[in-house]
């Protein structure tokens, strides 16, 4: 059971696992067809013969594969709804536009049978069109249909279904007829919908409905579920923090309640964050001893060392980590695993299933425990003898592969084994040099692994062995080297989606230049993300008409490179961007060019005709919504017509990574569409989300922030400036808590996410430090706080977690997270080597450099590799020349891998910045520190 709870957690794209299906489904009914064993020649094979069998119609439909004349209303209704109709995103940005046609043209008597049968089509239906299919729709009857009782709509897509059906239930009861009460609201909707109830509607039921909702969301949905209309995007804030309506179901519980909830209830409520550490602590040991064999902590070390501490103590035992306190290892200290791995009894056998639990839980593990948990595997190893355990390699040790020398490998299983089991994982933790001796070990001979099942399956390449490749390992003219030239082209795609390195970037692409020259479709889709590489002129040398597609692809490429940096920098203090220097040809440039010829050569004429006066539209949104958007100009955005705007609100109010010239321009769209911004509705703001800070601060100032729902959607996203934040929280706390911000509870400040960030220190003050205890971890993720505010929340914590910053716990510490960076420079000092083990790398940044200085040589010696790397210029130079003498030494001491992964990372981008530390050059990028050889 732990294990399935873990896996439902990995971080990863949700749509891997799709995607490797349909190919082996694609395969099998292929089986024994001659000519038609892969994929491409199948599809050419269908569009000769204008027909293929309906299942492998619905694959090719499923992997977006399907010539777009077969794509017609017609059949895809009835295509949608065969079993092998299993979309992936390609599949879904391929088909959302017919299918929205198919569906606006069945009956309305006809359309809850025909939406139910087609539910795994439905995510690429736009939140702005299923609100115009389901006008007529009455949603009683939808509900009813047994396949829709199991459905998985998009965030977007379950608030317009909810907001139409309580507006609908609303509308009965105006009429003067009998309405359904909260008590039939609660029977009707499928459990699915749930957690699609607004926070405003849940917060007037009474408390037995409460119970209800709240046991029905927890057990009746994922509450970290990853949608298939878009890949994960990384933050913070979106990995690590609770769902919003998750903080919301504790706050409507005293102690007493939770205490006595069933044991199921209570788990769901522990692994899926909606109870947080401190409310755990108020729950007596003796409800939660039983079930600590169910739990596991996540996802956030804080509840994770809390549960540690309640189960292990200081120590952990052989036989406490045989049994249930072995389900929070990754929360483990350093001394605590040293002291495990001492006892004699320990196995190799006992030791895997705990780094089985750890791999499974990797991207929250500490970095320390991490280290000395692969120290004591190496041990373990080391003593082995000619009996080796049976153990499947695969599942526990597949995370810290890299860091195991060949012989100890050799010593865990075959070649084969061993690099199967890294086809698994993401890599994102491990230092370069591991994993190119990783690499190395799977590329030689006996078993000379495939490179392209090596790097292209695993984990979707996210973080993959592919990641370390270097220009010397390309060979020229040897054909049997797995990384020949000759051969590069057969995965050249795959790897330059994966590559970080820039000197390998660049010999790929020589590679490619010398074998595929830029004339065919085919040719260029091989470059992927090298495009880049080429010169502008190059680039507008490029054939048009052969360039449909390309983009599409292209954006996904980007978006495995910006993930790959992302996981490093969110879980391992290592920054990175997606592109090597700056004699790369820029994204804007590469999409200019991409989109102006699919404008061109990619459409029916009659729609080349239209695009003379349409300007952008929704369905070019989408093509880009992954990684490619925000290279678009803000001008582009600007031409987006109303219609195209509302349609593609489900993208635009939720994607990342925009400049707040692009979030300004979407905005001045907004006020077009919507009129008077005085005027906008709560459910508009919601469907903005994001783009309301675009807004300038006179506009948000006529806004009127007092539904929940508005606040978490505008919260969630967008690129919010002090200026903007300090104007949204004064009117958020004149509208909903009349001026009065001790008013303000427990959800308020886990839905205000980065706004909270506007709260001036007076604010903060005045909020009751018991809510602040309750929403700590959730404040402690913001990025956006300044040094004061920081200050104004660290005394809340001393307020609830003790003035003695000496004694608070690793838990404590890395629930306070960022705020950690409130505290006095004297207090600094004080941190003890466990307590510095559980400040995560991505907090570092955010200590106030006064602050930061209070840090000694002593602590410094605690630090990891990856907190090392975190350190900003401007904390470094607020230390004392002994204490950078320190930081030199450590980095001295793992230079040859931290200056790799760097390097491999930034390439040229680094800016030199002089710096008087004798033994390495620090260079400058962006606001971190770049250790380099």
Request: proline share 3%; with cysteine; charged share 25%.
């Given at each position: ?458 984990d979707d390449g996210i973080g993959g062995p592919c990641t370390v490749i270097e220009a010397g390992d390309f060979t020229v003219g040897d054909d049997s080297s797995a990384l020949s030239c000759a051969k590069a082209g057969e995965f050249s795609e795959c790897l330059a989606q994966r590559m970080t390195n820039c000197s390998a970037r660049k010999a790929l692409y020589n590679c490619l230049k010398d074998n595929y020259p830029l004339t065919s479709k085919n040719n260029i889709r091989k470059y992927g993300t090298l495009l880049d590489q080429l010169s502008e002129a190059e680039l507008e040398e490029l054939p048009k008409s052969e360039l449909c597609g390309v983009l599409e692809s292209l954006d996904i490429g980007w978006w495995r490179l910006d993930q790959y940096n992302n996981l490093r920098s969110l879980f391992h203090g290592f920054k990175g961007g997606s592109q090597c220097s700056t004699d790369v040809l820029p994204r804007e440039k590469i999409v200019s ?39 678009l100009d803000a001008s582009e955005l600007e031409t987006l017509s109303d219609e195209e705007f509302t349609s593609c609100l489900d993208v635009l109010g939720v994607v990342e990574g925009l400049t707040q010239e692009q979030y300004a321009a979407l905005a001045g769209r907004a006020k077009k569409v919507y009129g008077d911004v005085s005027a906008w509705s709560s459910s508009q703001l919601i469907e903005l989300g994001g783009i309301v800070s675009g807004l300038t601060t006179s506009d948000l100032a006529l806004l009127e922030f007092s539904n929940a729902d508005a606040i978490i959607s505008m919260g969630s996203t967008g690129l919010w400036t002090s200026d903007k934040l300090s104007v949204v929280f004064k009117e958020f706390l004149k509208n909903a808590k009349e001026n009065n911000a001790s008013l303000i509870d427990r959800a308020d400040l886990s839905n205000l996410g980065q706004l909270v960030c506007g709260a001036h220190s007076q604010h903060i003050e ?168």
């Amino acid at each position: 059971m732990l294990e399935q709870q873990l896996r439902g957690q990995e971080v990863r794209n949700p749509l891997a696992e799709t995607r490797f299906q349909n190919a082996d489904t694609l395969r099998n009914l292929l089986d024994g067809s001659p000519g038609a064993q892969t994929k491409d020649a199948i599809v050419e094979r269908v569009k000769k013969q204008q027909s293929a069998d309906e299942s492998v119609l619905a694959v090719l439909a499923s992997c977006g594969d399907l010539p777009r004349e077969l794509l017609t209303q017609d059949n895809i209704l009835e295509m949608t709804q065969s079993e092998y109709f299993t979309p992936d995103i390609r599949g879904l940005k391929e088909m959302g536009e017919a299918f929205t046609k198919a569906l606006k043209t069945v009956d309305e008597d006809d359309l809850p049978g025909a939406i139910s049968s087609s539910m795994a089509a439905l995510p690429s239906v736009s939140s702005n069109d299923l609100k115009q299919i389901l006008q007529g729709v009455t949603l009683d009857v939808l509900f009813m249909q047994e396949a829709f009782k199991e459905a998985s709509l998009t965030d977007r897509q379950g608030n317009v279904v909810m907001e139409k059906y309580l507006a609908d239930k609303q509308e009965v009861a105006n009429s003067g007829k009998k309405s359904p009460d909260d008590e039939d609201v609660m029977e009707t909707i499928p459990k699915p919908m749930f957690r699609f109830l607004p926070v405003d509607y849940i917060s007037h039921l009474n408390s037995t409905l409460v119970t209800k909702w709240a046991q029905t969301l927890l057990t009746g949905s994922d509450m970290y579920e990853s949608y298939k209309t878009r890949f994960l995007q990384l933050r913070p804030g979106k990995i690590l923090k609770r769902r919003p309506r998750a903080v919301n179901i504790i706050s409507k519980f005293n102690t007493s309640q939770l205490a006595s909830v069933e044991s199921e209830t209570m788990v769901q409520l522990i692994n899926t964050g909606a109870m947080d550490p401190y409310t755990m602590h108020e729950i007596p040991t003796q409800t939660l001893k039983p079930l600590f064999n169910q739990l596991h902590g996540q996802p956030g070390r804080g509840m994770g060392a809390e549960l540690y501490t309640m189960c292990a103590g200081n120590d952990l035992s052989l036989e406490e980590a045989q049994q249930s306190c072995g389900n929070f290892i990754q929360s483990a200290s350093s001394d605590g695993i040293k002291s495990l791995c001492s006892d004699e009894r320990m196995s190799l056998s006992d030791l895997s299933h705990l780094v089985k639990i750890l791999c499974l839980s990797e991207p929250f593990t500490g970095d320390q425990t991490f280290k000395e948990i692969v120290s004591c595997t190496k041990q373990k190893i080391d003593s082995l003898t000619d009996d080796v355990p049976n153990i499947d390699i695969s599942v526990n040790f597949a995370c810290i592969l890299p860091e195991l020398t060949v012989s100890q490998l050799t010593k865990l299983g075959s070649q084969q084994e061993l690099c199967e089991a890294v086809e698994s994982h993401s890599l994102t933790r491990s230092l370069r040099s591991n994993v190119h001796a990783l690499l190395d070990f799977c590329l030689s001979p006996p078993g000379d692994a495939n490179i392209n099942k090596l790097c292209c399956q695993s984990d979707d390449g996210i973080g993959g062995p592919c990641t370390v490749i270097e220009a010397g390992d390309f060979t020229v003219g040897d054909d049997s080297s797995a990384l020949s030239c000759a051969k590069a082209g057969e995965f050249s795609e795959c790897l330059a989606q994966r590559m970080t390195n820039c000197s390998a970037r660049k010999a790929l692409y020589n590679c490619l230049k010398d074998n595929y020259p830029l004339t065919s479709k085919n040719n260029i889709r091989k470059y992927g993300t090298l495009l880049d590489q080429l010169s502008e002129a190059e680039l507008e040398e490029l054939p048009k008409s052969e360039l449909c597609g390309v983009l599409e692809s292209l954006d996904i490429g980007w978006w495995r490179l910006d993930q790959y940096n992302n996981l490093r920098s969110l879980f391992h203090g290592f920054k990175g961007g997606s592109q090597c220097s700056t004699d790369v040809l820029p994204r804007e440039k590469i999409v200019s060019v991409l989109m102006a010829a699919e404008r061109r050569y990619c459409q029916s004429s009659s729609k080349r005709k239209r695009r003379s006066t349409s300007g952008l539209t929704c369905k070019e949104i989408r093509l880009l919504e992954n990684s490619a958007l925000s290279a678009l100009d803000a001008s582009e955005l600007e031409t987006l017509s109303d219609e195209e705007f509302t349609s593609c609100l489900d993208v635009l109010g939720v994607v990342e990574g925009l400049t707040q010239e692009q979030y300004a321009a979407l905005a001045g769209r907004a006020k077009k569409v919507y009129g008077d911004v005085s005027a906008w509705s709560s459910s508009q703001l919601i469907e903005l989300g994001g783009i309301v800070s675009g807004l300038t601060t006179s506009d948000l100032a006529l806004l009127e922030f007092s539904n929940a729902d508005a606040i978490i959607s505008m919260g969630s996203t967008g690129l919010w400036t002090s200026d903007k934040l300090s104007v949204v929280f004064k009117e958020f706390l004149k509208n909903a808590k009349e001026n009065n911000a001790s008013l303000i509870d427990r959800a308020d400040l886990s839905n205000l996410g980065q706004l909270v960030c506007g709260a001036h220190s007076q604010h903060i003050e005045e909020i009751m430090s018991e809510e602040y205890c309750h929403a700590a971890e959730d404040i402690g993720l913001e990025e956006a706080c300044e040094a004061s505010q920081l200050q104004s929340w660290a005394q809340h914590a001393k307020a609830c977690f003790g003035d003695d910053v000496t004694k608070w716990t690793p838990g404590t510490v890395e629930t306070v997270g960022g705020v950690i960076g409130g505290l006095s420079k004297a207090e600094i000092m004080t941190l003890s080597r466990e307590q510095i083990e559980n400040i995560r790398p991505w907090t570092i940044p955010k200590i106030p450099h006064t602050e930061f200085a209070g840090f000694t040589e002593e602590q410094f010696a605690f630090f990891s590799p990856q907190q090392i790397a975190a350190i900003t210029t401007e904390q470094l130079g607020s230390l004392s020349d002994d204490v950078k003498d320190v930081i030199s030494n450590l980095a001295e001491s793992i230079k040859s891998d931290l200056g790799d992964v760097f390097s491999s990372l930034f390439g040229n981008r680094a800016s030199a910045m002089p710096m008087s530390l004798n033994l390495i050059v620090l260079l400058l990028v962006g606001n971190q520190l770049v250790f380099l050889l």
